[in-house]
């Protein structure tokens, strides 16, 4: 299993979303089992790619603000 994990209600919230796809979109209905496997294959098999982009989403706008930090330099006389 993976080291993302969720809150029990946020995992019923998404096992309804998935529930909610499968209907609209497939127009086949789905148990809670099943969307909860679901759920469980991307958090371990596609959650770390997202991750990973999170990661380096939040590396590229530190580096941005570390850099507006010179932009506060006083002038040297």
Partial sequence: MSDIR?????????VESIKEFYLKERDE???DLSAGFLLDFIIERIGPYLYNQGIRDAHRFM???????????????
């Fill in 63 to 77: 580096n941005e603000k570390v850099e507006d930090l010179f932009g506060l330099e006083k002038r040297v006389r």
């Fill in 29 to 31: 209905e789905i148990s």
């Fill in 6 to 14: 969720l809150k029990n209600e946020e995992r019923k919230i998404i």
